[in-house]
């Protein structure tokens, strides 16, 4: 089973602060890592993506991305009560499904 | 630009009555995928169609389940015999042919209920 973990949470912080979501995932031979942002009730928008080692930069959110140690992060700068979601990290090993995480709960409070 | 679309969006229906969904993907996307989300997880794979070939099902998709994109557009997922199992968000998603990293760009769902 090809697993892809992250903390449940919720995870709070301050407006204003940086949000810090991490997931790991267990198939070495993934290939592209993503990152879906999900309201309740609503479905995954798609927020960033990535498929090198390094750092990814859009806008407030950056996406990191370290396959040594099997894991990928998104950090959200100067955080608003607007993104305050659900994150879902999902992994693209072979063939054609995303292998998705539980998702992360975000909570922004002002 | 429109993105992906779903029909219904809600549906309530009995244990053991047959339903369908119809997903319409972005419009020069020809890779189409069907999850089912529940409550705390994740999405999880149903199945995956390039144009009209379907080309890849997950064990989720029971016997009971049917996917069909008979002209490479618009697709539907039928269950039959509804279970309370079943009750779920159905979601869609699209992506562009080509070489691309599979990303996915979804749908707003349809939300199934069995009563």
Same mark, same amino acid.
């Given at each position: 089973?090809?697993?892809?973990? /992250?903390? @449940? +949470? ?7 602060? !940086?949000? *810090? ?6 198939? $070495? ?8 942002? /999900?309201? @309740? +009730? ?7 993506? !990535?498929? *090198? ?6 806008? $407030? ?8 140690? /099997? ?12 993104? *305050?979601?659900?994150y879902l ?22 | ?109 349809t939300r199934?209920?069995?009563?």
């Amino acid at each position: 089973q090809k697993e892809v973990e /992250q903390n @449940s +949470g919720p995870l709070s912080v301050p407006e204003g602060a !940086i949000a *810090s979501l991490n997931c790991t995932y267990s198939d $070495r031979g993934s290939q592209s890592f993503f990152w879906y942002r /999900q309201y @309740s +009730g609503k479905s995954p928008e798609l927020i960033m993506f !990535i498929y *090198s080692n390094g750092d990814k930069e859009d806008g $407030r959110f950056t996406a990191q991305l370290n396959k040594a140690s /099997q894991y990928v992060s998104l950090l959200i700068r100067d955080s608003q009560p607007s993104d *305050s979601a659900t994150y879902l990290c999902a992994v693209f090993n072979s063939g054609y499904a995303l292998n998705f995480g539980k998702g992360t709960s975000l909570l922004v409070t002002p | 630009d429109t993105g992906v679309s779903q029909n219904p969006r809600h549906k309530i229906t009995k244990r053991g009555q047959n339903v369908t969904f119809r997903c319409d993907p972005i419009s020069e996307h020809n890779r189409l995928y069907w999850y089912r989300q529940t409550l705390g997880q994740g999405p999880e794979f149903l199945t995956y169609f390039q144009n009209e070939a379907q080309l890849e099902k997950s064990r989720l998709l029971s016997d009971r389940f049917s996917a069909e994109r008979p002209k490479g557009s618009f697709s539907t997922l039928e269950i039959q015999r509804t279970e309370q199992g079943d009750s779920a968000m159905y979601l869609c998603a699209s992506s562009p042919a080509g070489l691309t990293y599979n990303e996915q760009f979804f749908g707003p769902g349809t939300r199934l209920t069995v009563l």
